[in-house]
């Protein structure tokens, strides 16, 4: 009888054992919810995230840019110098609806696109053009080097300098535009992450051609204005992206770079007329873009 008391007592210990044991799993139960729940979010945002391998985004935007000074030579048929210490500013569009916004008017700002596709998860590939504007400053005079053969404008050299500011010697832009055709790499980082936004910081470079359209009109001759490939440039570039709804992209983005022309059409009717440049340049661009996935994720 003494045997059975001692296992019946044992049997009630163990039972009450597990159930304490049951009550206390009852209580923890929220907290493992909760800790599950962050465990799902966090696997849902990284499937969605918006700039995942396969991901492509498009963006478009508006630059403001500013040129260091430059040394521009003009070759030609009686004539071979070069203009030193040359300054020249953008030339970016005052601000209306109906020409920011209006597809026939594209080109009128200074613009930037580019379409970027993701090999990794944020790293992507980028294929665009910054469509720059490149006015030089009528408003100075500068230091001569060469000759001319031509008395009336070998004249207006003075003291090995030429005051531009009449016009009739030089008229010098690229304004339809300075066209910066490129190519990059992008390395993003998510520094910000809530429910429905992102903030991604990144960073990268390019290399690309200029296609500029440029508009000069040189010691009386007629003005030449049109698309020519000139040469090439490269940058480096830093960019803050906001991203809400893993969608709508937000982006303000900064590039340092170089611009190497040296062939700049001067003249028409396809003489052998020509300038050369080079400058570094920095920029500064705004815009809007759309991120979409283009692989299904399990």
Known sequence: MKNFFVVGLMLSNFVLAQQAKSDTLVKESPLVDMANRRVEESLQKKVVN???????????????????NSDIRFKGDGYDFQLNNVVAHDRQTKFEWGVYFNPTNITIPQVNYRITYFIKDNLGLTLGMDH?????????????????????????VQ?????????RFLTFEHTDGLNYINIGAQKYHNVWDKKNFDLFL????????????????????????????????ADIRAALSLVAIRHIVVQAEGKLGYINMPDIKTTLNNKPDKASQDFVYAQFNFGIGYTFNTKKYN
């Open 132 to 156: 720059m504007k490149y006015v030089m400053d009528q408003n100075q005079s500068v230091n001569f080097k060469g000759y001319i053969d031509n008395p009336e404008y070998a004249a207006m």
């Open 50 to 68: 918006p700039f995942k391998k396969g991901s492509v985004m498009a963006f478009w935007g508006w630059n403001n840019a500013v040129y260091s």
């Open 159 to 167: 003291n090995g300098k030429v005051d531009l500011s009449d016009e």
């Open 202 to 233: 990144s960073y990268g470079g390019g290399l690309g051609a200029l296609l500029p359209k440029s508009n000069v009109r040189l010691m009386g001759n007629e003005r030449s204005d049109r698309f020519h490939l000139a040469g090439f440039g």
